[in-house]
């Protein structure tokens, strides 16, 4: 017969197994659900759509605020993880390129969750903020190696990068635009971001122009 402690550890495995499990389809299925309604979802509809009680879901995440949190938290370390996995890609440029695209298309519902967040009162400089931050910073670094493969202008910087990516990724969202439309919006961003090799060539080998030639005193 076995010890009381043992029996006690075997027992506990199933509902760590089973808890992680809850936590992961809670998760899943939150995505989703705040992805689409944004603040007009509720976590009466992720319990009912993830199999769980409203209790479990509260055990796992005792705010909306937290759960709405955790969703966006995952959401940017995967699109950062992702980004990272790209950094060792034999076209850079088309990596960044491809990245910046896949950002767009997926904005419509990273911005409904965090408009979400927002609405159930979360905290603008939480764990979601710091995983933003991740992403950006891989962002940065993809955008540095498709800069040193020649991809894309070197007179630009990270910031207006970034500025052009929210811009062009809100727009996209809000405006509820085809994937046509979208891609012929990729396309202007794109151009403006190619290297324009000619058009410093002519900058640097334009002539000084004339001065005008001053009479002379008398």
């Known amino acids: 017969m076995g010890t009381p402690g043992k029996r006690d550890t ?6 760590r197994a089973d808890a992680r499990t809850n936590h992961g389809r ?3 299925v939150a995505e989703e659900v705040f992805g689409k309604g944004g603040e007009s979802a509720s976590t009466e509809e992720v319990a009912r759509l993830a199999g769980v009680g409203i209790a479990t879901v509260f055990r796992h995440f ?3 605020a937290a759960l709405l949190e955790a969703v ?5 370390d995967r699109l950062r993880e992702q980004a990272e996995t790209l950094l060792d890609a034999t076209d850079p440029g088309r990596a960044f390129f491809d990245f910046f695209s896949h950002l767009v298309a997926d904005a419509a519902t990273k911005i409904a969750i965090g408009e979400a967040l927002l609405d159930a009162g979360g905290d603008s400089d939480g764990d979601a903020a710091q995983a933003s931050n991740g992403l950006r910073r891989a962002v940065a670094a993809l955008l540095r190696h498709a800069q040193h493969a ?7 910087e990270l910031p207006e990068v970034y500025a052009l990516l929210v811009a062009t990724s809100r727009t996209a969202a809000h405006a509820h635009l ?3 439309v979208r891609a012929r919006v990729l396309a202007i961003v794109f151009d403006g971001l190619a290297p324009l090799p000619n058009a410093r060539a002519q900058t640097r080998e334009q ?3 004339p001065r005008p030639h001053r009479r002379a005193s008398t």
């Open 26 to 28: 809670i998760l899943d």
């Open 72 to 76: 966006l938290v995952r959401r940017f």
């Open 10 to 15: 075997g027992s506990r495995r199933p509902q």
């Open 207 to 209: 002539p000084e122009l």
């Open 62 to 64: 005792p705010t909306k």
């Open 150 to 156: 020649g991809a894309v202008r070197d007179d630009v």
């Open 178 to 180: 085809d994937q046509e």
